[in-house]
Nanobody, 115 residues
Framework: QVRIVESGGGLVQPGGSLRLSCAAS????????MGWYRQAAGKQRELVAI???????NVADSVKGRFTISRDNAKNTVYLQMNSLRPEDTAVYSC?????????WGQGTQVTVSS
């Protein structure tokens, strides 16, 4: 069984920063892609960023230059550093991981950007 656990969400003022973490644990043989989606109230879910085991990344245009995705393969953990946050970044951020050729999702963490 594989478990995905996120942490690091919260309330931040516009222009502030947050760092999300997501750790995979359990019966893991391999992890290829890890990444983050987000879904704002009343909107469709959108890809934020994805990173392969080799470090290749794909970042949404809406957050490019402000968000950075990274991972620690030894810890089976992916990070999302979010800087210069805007109110439109408010959403539930969900982590996913391609573990043992299957996809697993975390429970989601709320990020609210408001003054």
């Amino acid at each position: 069984q594989v478990r995905i656990v996120e942490s690091g969400g919260g309330l931040v003022q516009p222009g502030g920063s947050l760092r999300l973490s997501c750790a995979a644990s359990g019966n893991i043989f391999s992890i290829y892609h890890m990444g983050w989606y987000r879904q704002a109230a009343g909107k469709q879910r959108e890809l934020v960023a994805i990173i392969s085991s080799g470090g290749s990344t794909n970042v949404a245009d809406s957050v490019k230059g402000r968000f950075t995705i990274s991972r620690d393969n030894a810890k089976n953990t992916v990070y999302l550093q979010m800087n210069s946050l805007r109110p439109e970044d408010t959403a539930v951020y969900s982590c996913y991981a391609e573990v043992n050729d299957s996809w697993y999702w975390g429970q989601g963490t709320q990020v609210t950007v408001s003054s």
